[in-house]
């Protein structure tokens, strides 16, 4: 049996069920908001060992018969609407949490990717150490909340650095979503950095950029793709900005020595998974930016059926992966 534990809004797990469904495989869709209304757990320990399962409304699963578990997109439980009181509510919702994350924690079985391996590798900073210890380039990079700091920096830099969120990419102010993208700051907005005073920021120098290449690494299999930011100006310092559907992809060719790095980095953060952003300098240079642990991909094989990502993820699952990365 293969959990997929996610939420009703996560497409990419469509895409890939989808894949699981024409193969007939055993598998279930956990959307982590519906518990514990729609899902109830049993867990139970004794001296003969742990027992349990999980019971949804058209199935049962017990927690033995778990192979696999791709831990996607998870978000909070919801509690019942008939809790009112705004205190009982959020002790339901953090008995619920609890819960749930004593039971992944408790499972044997294979994970892509085993949550705290996943959360550790969220870490900017440890990711960028990590990458290094694997041979990878790096721009030079700096946290600091100390303004004479982020100004001698950036002169040190030749003034030409980028500032990058550590965390927290999207920020809600009154129903309205605004994303923090990658932002190159010039000698005309240097006087921005005496902000870091009042939270660390990430700092780096500016890499020039021929392309910039997203690597997908599905267990040891290795998928890139060349994005054409530069061919626009609104992508020119982060491909993620502007119209994707007019973003330029096409397939490529990884060096085996940057590859073999990038399979590295994957299985050094203890993951099964991870979509690695790269620059391609006009040096010829790769230089690592950063990975997410669990990146968006479909977007790829929907633009090129014949890259076989949802296939390989499947075969990843179905198998039950790589002995020593459960």
Known sequence: MIIIVTNRQDYTADFLILELQKRRADYVRFNTEDFPQHV????????????????????????????????RRPIPPIPSPEIEDPVAREFALDESQASLEGIWRSLDCFWVSNPDNLKKAELKLYQLKTASKV???????????SPEVALAFHKDQDEEIVYKPLRRGRLVR???????YTNLVSSREVDKLESVLFAPSLLQRYVAKHLEIRVTIIGEKVFAIALHSQEHVESKHDWRRGNRALLRHEPHLLPVEVASKCIALVRTLGLAFGAIDLILTPNGDYVFLEINPNGQWAWIQQLYPE?????????????GGLSDNT
């Open 40 to 71: 109830q757990v049993s867990w139970q320990i004794s001296n003969a060992g742990l027992e349990g399962y999980f019971a949804f409304p058209k199935t049962r699963v017990d927690f033995r018969d778990i192979r696999s578990i791709w831990y």
């Open 135 to 145: 041979g990878f380039l790096l721009s030079p990079t700096m946290l600091t909340n």
């Open 174 to 180: 009154d129903q309205n979503v605004s994303l923090i």
């Open 307 to 319: 890259i076989p990502m949802r296939e390989t993820l499947a075969d990843l699952l179905m198998s």
